[in-house]
């Protein structure tokens, strides 16, 4: 018998696969690890991890923290055994050209560490098969060790971090510090012990991206950070954090940057906002109902105005407090969908779209101006 009306029901359900912003990978020089997910420190135990080991202590300062990470993933990988090793690699010179003589190759000894060519191998086995976090720490600070996990950690859109401890003095910190100039997160001690970078992140990682500021923040197991006051202007000045005491028994976080200067909560919050972006568009793609070229059709324009106008309403809401409102708490932000394409952009269905919005931001450092008078007129007071 033939039917008279047909029923499907179409599933919308495929998960898109989220990032987590508030993860943490935490990479050992000297010991091999396999890539564990740790939930209690009595699991190192099985890693052939020890109670004086630097990655034990760095993970139990995380643990520590108020309102505890779930898990902190770690992996470890023994570079003593490492030999010296050249590595050789022909780079062509990018030159102005100031004559009609052309430039010829030019081989070149790329002074390249055996103990750093080995990590970056491990690394990228690592991320073949794991992922899922988003701040990087080392359990040590190693200037060129560091140096290579933190150009490979920026180079997976992630999140490094790092603290030099009592053996690097507030000159070589702003040294290796200025070498950087990207969004990594510089922190400095000359405390013992002090996994100022391990405490902090382990602080804000439950915190929602960019809700809040890291200066002022005071970590569970806090020391001031060791410098003199002399040190402790440069470093800031710089933009490396440390933990200062801005009055007696108040202590806190400062300057709370990126070594690019850029504020720690912004860079987060960013990197979190252009994943959600992406990801709505995906999932709009991904739905049953096609998103018309703007260059066509003004129904597209709506669509895309409409899938990026649900992420910035999201991010100025209570719950992220990252885009600033009006006093209407109409979002302070502008989208541009363009509606003017060559015909070849129409046929390869390319579109674009721009948008702006201000940062609600935080009031962390100002002048508080204030008057003692008689005089009543001063307060609108009438004689």
Same mark, same amino acid.
């Given at each position: 018998?033939?039917?008279?009306?047909?029923?499907?029901?179409?599933?919308?359900?495929?998960?898109?696969?989220?990032?987590?912003?508030?993860?943490?990978?935490?990479?050992?020089?000297?010991?091999?690890? !396999?890539?564990?997910?740790?939930?209690?420190?009595?699991?190192?135990?099985?890693?052939?991890?020890?109670?004086?080991?630097?990655?034990?202590?760095?993970?139990?300062?995380?643990?520590?923290?108020?309102?505890?990470?779930?898990?902190?993933?770690?992996?470890?990988?023994?570079?003593?055994?490492?030999?010296?090793?050249?590595?050789?690699?022909?780079?062509?010179?990018?030159?102005?050209?100031?004559?009609?003589?052309?430039?010829? !190759?030019?081989?070149?000894?790329?002074?390249?560490?055996?103990?750093?060519?080995?990590?970056?191998?491990?690394?990228?086995?690592?991320?073949?098969?794991?992922?899922?976090?988003?701040?990087?720490?080392?359990?040590?600070?190693?200037?060129?060790?560091?140096?290579?996990?933190?150009?490979?950690?920026?180079?997976?859109?992630?999140?490094?971090?790092?603290?030099?401890?009592?053996?690097?003095?507030?000159?070589? @910190?702003?040294?290796?510090?200025?070498?950087?100039?990207?969004?990594?997160?510089?922190?400095?001690?000359?405390?013992?012990?002090?996994?100022?970078?391990?405490?902090?992140?382990?602080?804000?990682?439950?915190?929602?991206?960019?809700?809040?500021?890291?200066?002022?923040?005071?970590?569970?197991?806090?020391?001031?950070?060791?410098?003199?006051?002399?040190?402790?202007?440069?470093?800031?000045?710089?933009?490396?954090?440390?933990?200062?005491?801005?009055?007696?028994?108040?202590?806190?976080?400062?300057?709370?940057?990126?070594?690019?200067?850029?504020?720690?909560?912004?860079?987060?919050?960013?990197?979190?906002?252009?994943?959600?972006?992406?990801? @709505?568009?995906?999932?709009?793609?991904?739905?049953?109902?096609?998103?018309?070229?703007?260059?066509?059709? !003004?129904?597209?324009?709506?669509?895309?105005?409409?899938?990026?106008?649900?992420?910035?309403?999201?991010?100025?809401?209570?719950?992220?407090?990252?885009?600033?409102?009006?006093?209407?708490?109409?979002?302070?932000?502008?989208?541009?969908?363009?509606?003017?394409?060559?015909?070849?952009?129409?046929?390869?269905?390319?579109?674009?779209?721009?948008?702006?919005?201000? !940062?609600?931001?935080?009031?962390?450092?100002?002048?508080?101006?204030?008057?003692?008078?008689?005089?009543?007129?001063?307060?609108?007071?009438?004689?």
């Amino acid at each position: 018998m033939t039917k008279h009306l047909n029923s499907s029901i179409m599933l919308d359900t495929k998960a898109v696969k989220e990032a987590t912003f508030g993860d943490i990978l935490i990479i050992d020089f000297k010991k091999e690890i !396999p890539y564990t997910k740790i939930s209690d420190t009595s699991q190192f135990k099985e890693l052939d991890v020890t109670l004086e080991d630097k990655i034990y202590k760095k993970v139990l300062d995380i643990f520590s923290q108020d309102n505890r990470i779930d898990k902190v993933s770690v992996f470890g990988v023994n570079l003593a055994v490492a030999k010296t090793a050249e590595v050789k690699e022909v780079q062509k010179e990018v030159k102005e050209v100031v004559s009609s003589e052309s430039e010829k !190759p030019e081989e070149k000894i790329i002074k390249t560490t055996p103990e750093q060519v080995k990590l970056m191998e491990k690394l990228e086995e690592v991320w073949s098969e794991n992922k899922g976090y988003y701040f990087v720490l080392t359990s040590e600070f190693d200037e060129e060790l560091s140096k290579t996990v933190i150009q490979w950690a920026l180079s997976k859109g992630l999140k490094p971090a790092y603290c030099t401890g009592k053996e690097t003095d507030a000159t070589k @910190a702003i040294e290796f510090f200025m070498s950087l100039n990207n969004g990594t997160i510089a922190f400095a001690t000359q405390k013992d012990d002090d996994n100022l970078d391990a405490k902090m992140i382990g602080l804000m990682a439950t915190d929602t991206p960019g809700r809040d500021k890291w200066e002022w923040k005071e970590p569970a197991g806090a020391v001031v950070s060791g410098f003199s006051l002399t040190d402790v202007e440069k470093l800031e000045d710089a933009g490396i954090n440390t933990i200062q005491e801005e009055r007696e028994g108040v202590l806190g976080l400062f300057p709370g940057k990126c070594a690019n200067g850029e504020f720690i909560d912004i860079e987060w919050g960013r990197d979190n906002m252009q994943y959600d972006i992406e990801t @709505a568009f995906i999932r709009r793609q991904k739905s049953p109902f096609k998103i018309y070229h703007p260059g066509v059709d !003004p129904r597209g324009v709506v669509q895309i105005e409409g899938v990026i106008n649900e992420v910035i309403r999201d991010y100025a809401s209570d719950f992220r407090e990252f885009i600033a409102s009006d006093e209407n708490g109409k979002p302070l932000a502008t989208i541009n969908v363009k509606t003017k394409y060559t015909q070849q952009d129409i046929s390869a269905r390319i579109f674009e779209v721009s948008w702006v919005a201000i !940062p609600s931001g935080s009031a962390s450092y100002g002048d508080i101006k204030g008057l003692l008078t008689f005089d009543k007129t001063k307060v609108g007071v009438s004689e």
